[in-house]
C-alpha cells in the first residue's frame, strides 16, 4: 500500500515537471522568421493587413501576442497571432510585411529571432 502512495505521489510530480517545463518551453523559442505581405483573409477570418503588426504561428492561438526580437539587430516588435504558418518546414513565424519592416528584414527575407509570449 505504501509503495502506490509513493509511486502515485511520484508520477504526480514528474507530470507536474512536465507540465512546467512545456509551459516554459511554449513561452520562449528562436528560430528563423519570414515576411509577407499577400492574401485577403486569414485563418482567423480578419481581412489580411500589410502594415498591421500581425503574424502567423502554427499552434499560438489568435490573439495571442508575442515580442519579436530580431537576433541580428536587436529589433523589437509586438504582433499578434491572427493567421496560420509558416508551412515552409525550418521557420518559426511569418510576420506581417509592417513588422519586418520594424525588425529591419525585408531586404533578406528572412532573420534569426526570438519569440516571447507576453499573454
Not at 54 to 75: E, M, Y
Request: charged share 20%.
Amino acid at each position: 500500500m505504501k509503495i502506490r502512495v509513493v509511486l502515485s505521489c511520484f508520477a504526480l510530480s514528474l507530470s507536474a515537471g512536465m507540465a512546467v517545463s512545456n509551459t516554459a518551453k511554449a513561452d520562449t523559442s528562436t528560430g528563423v522568421a519570414s515576411y509577407y505581405w499577400q492574401g485577403r483573409s486569414t485563418a482567423s477570418g480578419e481581412r489580411f493587413n500589410p502594415s498591421a503588426m500581425t503574424a502567423a504561428h502554427r499552434s499560438l492561438p489568435f490573439g495571442t501576442k508575442v515580442r519579436v526580437t530580431n537576433l541580428r539587430n536587436g529589433r523589437t516588435v509586438v504582433v499578434r497571432i491572427n493567421d496560420r504558418g509558416p508551412f515552409i518546414r525550418g521557420r518559426l513565424i511569418d510576420v506581417s510585411r509592417g513588422a519586418a519592416a520594424e525588425l529591419g528584414f525585408t531586404g533578406s527575407g528572412l532573420t534569426r529571432v526570438a519569440l516571447a509570449v507576453l499573454d
